[in-house]
């Protein structure tokens, strides 16, 4: 029994562990994506404090329209594929 309840606390310890990685990996994306996130809307701020209207930039307009979309996209995977990582 003892071998057993060895066994089975360093199984919980090495999936804790596996836990707690994937954690900092996942805090350490969402600092990324908050700071690109800072950084558009500084850059954004400074474009309508100019003045400067999407239809001055529209390629640029066109091109962070779809960035943000793909950082929607990856936000919601982060947080459902976050929820499957709670319920683990």
Not at 35 to 61: C, F
């Amino acid at each position: 029994m003892k071998c057993y309840d060895d066994w089975q606390a360093r199984d919980r310890m090495t999936r804790l562990e596996e836990n707690i990685m994937q954690a900092q990996n996942r805090e350490g994306q969402i600092l990324d994506m908050t700071q690109w996130m800072t950084e558009m809307n500084d850059l954004l701020q400074s474009r309508l404090d100019a003045d400067i209207v999407a239809g001055d930039v529209p390629d640029e307009y066109e091109v962070l329209l779809l960035i943000c979309f793909c950082c929607y996209l990856v936000a919601w995977y982060w947080i459902w594929s976050g929820v499957e990582f709670v319920r683990s």
